[in-house]
Every structure is written in C-alpha cells, then in structure tokens.
C-alpha cells in the first residue's frame, strides 16, 4: 500500500513538472504597458466619461487587449458586463452658504453634498472635521 501511494505522487509531480507555461504574444513589457497608458490617456479618448464615445472606445480598446492576452470573457457580454453609474444631482441654483455673514460661491468655495433625505441640513454651531485627503 505504501509503494503504491509513493508510485502515485511521483507520477503525479512528474505530470506537474512537464507542464509548460503558456506563452503569450502580449508579454509584459515597459514599452508594452506605456503603449497602452498612452492610448488610453490620449486625447482622442476625451476623458473616458462615462456614457461618451472615448468610454466606448477605451472599453474596445481593452476588450481587444484581453483577447489579444487569451483572457476568458466573463461578462454578461463577451468581455463587457452592464451596471448603473450614478452620475449625482443636480445643484439648485438657489443652493447657498454664508459664514460669518460672507456669503461663499458656488462650486468655487464649497460644493454640497447630499446627507439628508429632505435635502435640508441643521448646521447651526457645529463642529466640522476635515481629514487628510478628503473633501
């Protein structure tokens, strides 16, 4: 019994062992990635927004690469899988903000932020903590 356990794990790492790497045109490389960034940062794309034409040109783009790679389509669509994006609100031209009586502008002072079902905030005498890389 213990013969043939050894018999079955050598032919066993011996099948491992002959395995190849699977190769690929696309290998990594720097001149490679930069390709790639350059397109994707192009002006051509403009910007990539979402639900423009370079949005859908970059998504092409990179759907051709991981083809191109020999990556499985795992999308709803080949390499492509819908999902809702929320793009936000809209900001009410009457929206204002005073502080100490000096009224602010804007989008250029401050930018509202929704955290209130009604859309009205109590912010009299509170406190604001503002954090390192945030808004």
Known sequence: MMK?????????LGGC????KATTD???????????VQYLASDNLQGRRTGTQGEALAADY????FEKAGLQPK???????AFPVSEGKEVAGTTALRINETPLTLHTDFFPMAYSGN?????????????????
Do not use: C, K, M, W
Not at 4 to 12: G, Q, T, V, W
Not at 26 to 36: D, I, M, R
Not at 75 to 81: I, K, L, P
């Open 75 to 81: 999308g709803t669509a080949g390499y492509f899988q």
């Open 62 to 65: 990179i759907a051709a690469a």
């Open 119 to 135: 859309g009205s905030i109590d912010a009299t005498a509170s406190v604001s903590l503002l954090e390192r890389g945030e808004p």
């Open 17 to 20: 062992a002959s395995q190849q």
């Open 26 to 36: 696309a290998a990594p490389s720097v001149a490679n990635l930069q390709s790639h």
């Open 4 to 12: 043939r356990s050894y018999y079955l794990l050598f032919l066993f």
